[in-house]
């Protein structure tokens, strides 16, 4: 049972570039949570999604970003026209359906973002 | 909201020793407590975790220990080896959100 994917591990974009992070979570997990870490902090929360809907996305940006949970295929998170301040890792996670929402998360190994 | 914050950046300890990571946090709302690792170039792994309704949970080789009372919590990992080097956070959450605060992190360096 695949853990958590998230690709590509590694992304370099410049400035006014767009950016697609893919994560697809665990076998039978319909619960994805994106977060961002940047250097030597904590992980923050940006967006919370189950299939086709976005459940929470309080810690996203309002504006060039976005996330979504298609029905078929993994989650997206797009950062449009990336600035410097965009750079960070960012990592998804994923839990069980049925579960409570508290329970413990599993995580990818997340994608390393650069703007140059 | 809430905050969590660890009350060291960095602990280095010998290997074999007992290392304590500690955790606080704000909210008295607060019933769900992890733990996670996370090693270089890696996301963060689950270690274990206690509910509110619980002051103390053992697992392998780690304790954790919640105080509700002054809002801690602490991560005790025995016989500390090498392998254990890595950063650690604590995490929160409340029923009223089930999306885990994280706090910063302490790295932990195990010398041999």
């Known amino acids: 049972n695949a853990g958590v994917m998230q690709n590509p591990r590694h992304l370099v974009r410049r400035r006014g570039q767009e950016a697609r992070l893919r994560c697809s979570p665990m076998k039978g997990h319909s619960h994805v949570y994106w977060y961002r870490q940047l250097p030597e902090e904590g992980l923050k929360f940006m967006v919370y999604?189950?299939?086709?809907?976005?459940?929470?996305e309080s810690g996203m940006p309002k504006e060039r970003f976005s996330a979504e949970f298609p029905k078929e295929g993994p989650s997206i998170l797009r950062i449009q026209q990336v600035v410097r301040g965009d750079s960070a890792a960012y990592f998804c996670?994923?839990?069980?359906?049925?579960?409570?929402?508290?329970?413990?998360?599993?995580f990818g190994s997340g994608t390393q973002l650069s703007v140059l | 909201g809430e905050s969590v914050g660890l009350h060291l950046p960095t602990l280095s300890v010998q290997e074999g020793d007992n290392s304590i990571i500690n955790c606080a946090y704000s909210n008295s709302a607060s019933d769900y407590f992890i733990w996670y690792k996370q090693e270089s170039g890696k996301g963060p792994q689950f270690i274990i975790d206690?509910?509110?309704?619980?002051d103390k949970r053992q697992g392998q080789r780690v304790t954790v220990l919640l105080n509700k009372t002054v809002k801690h919590l602490s991560l005790q990992i025995a016989a500390t080896q090498p392998g254990d080097s890595a950063v650690y956070f604590c995490a929160v959450a409340s029923g009223g959100s089930y999306i885990p605060t994280f706090g910063r992190g302490t790295s932990l360096i195990v010398h041999p």
């Open positions: 206690i509910r509110s309704n619980m």
């Open positions: 999604l189950q299939k086709e809907n976005i459940i929470d």
């Open positions: 996670a994923s839990s069980p359906e049925g579960q409570k929402l508290n329970e413990k998360l599993f």
